[in-house]
């Protein structure tokens, strides 16, 4: 079973949420060398894809990475329990529920965000997993569904999976809507209510609270960490990654960063040219999840556009850095 007094402390104080055709492997690469401390997550992988697809591809991921948590999108307590011992194998830190995602097509599946109307179910595939490894097990889910406004529902929810053996519980204060509302609008407008995470930390002061949803500045996190025991970030650390730089010095302690913008685009050529001999992964795969590394600074849109110019496919890399720094091309 998992034991919480086994994780380190503060393992989730800061976290880059699990973002579909975003947090793959490359960019969780690229993540970690900005924080060595953040907590990095999957996208969402379904049981189905492990059960029946290529587990290779959906699970390998770079040794760099740690901490690593596996999110997992399913609803049979025994499909969950086989994936969650795959995530374990494969050396992950940590295996994540999908209580959170809106979108219809994983409601398709009756999991996700609609998971949350039977905590009982989500209670049995906890404790199905939790039964198998020796990793946390935790669960991402948001405050409601629908317009549902009752603090008693998600209390219950909680209150119900806990007792399965789920200890962290990461909550993006929105309600989700089922209906009427893409994934992108579940993300704005369903209001943002804090104040409701808040209550479920004291009301289960022996859990880990995680918030997540809206927050884009170290104020925020700041404010939110006077509260709770941790922070996921979202799109912003995405759009604007050069603020993990920041993270370990002000989140865990540790020394000022000594990267650079520019040491960390060098790393990530080289990583782009590891990847391609190991096993023919194109640079342009790797580099779109550094396109905001230079957000903000002049130069920044014409290092972008040349980053992601479908011209330059081609050639390598480290050429293509030269070129988007403004040099002459240099001709062999």
Known sequence: ???PKSVPAGRWRLSVAPMLDWTDRHCRYFHRLLSQNAL???EMVTTGALLHGD????????A?????????????PAELASCAKLGEQWGYDEINLNCGCPSERVQRGAF???LMAEPQLVADCVKAMVDVVAVPVTVKHRIGIDKTESYEFVRDFVGTVAEAGCNTFIVHARNAWLKGLSPKENREVPPLRYELVHRLKRDFPQLTVVVNGGITTADQVSAQLQLLDGVMVGREAYHNPWWLVSWDEAYYGAAPSTQTRETVEQQMVDYMLRIAAEDGTPWYAVARHMLGLRHGLPGARRWRQVWSDH?????????VMVLAHGAQRVVA
């Not at 760099?64 to 049979?76: D, F």
């Open 1 to 3: 079973m998992s034991d």
């Open 40 to 42: 990095l997550y999957t």
């Open 55 to 62: 587990v290779a591809r959906h699970l390998r991921f770079n």
């Open 64 to 76: 760099e990475e740690h901490p690593v948590a596996l999110q997992l999108g399913g609803s049979e």
């Open 112 to 114: 996700g965000a609609c």
């Open 311 to 319: 011209k330059l496919k081609a050639t390598d890399p480290r050429e």
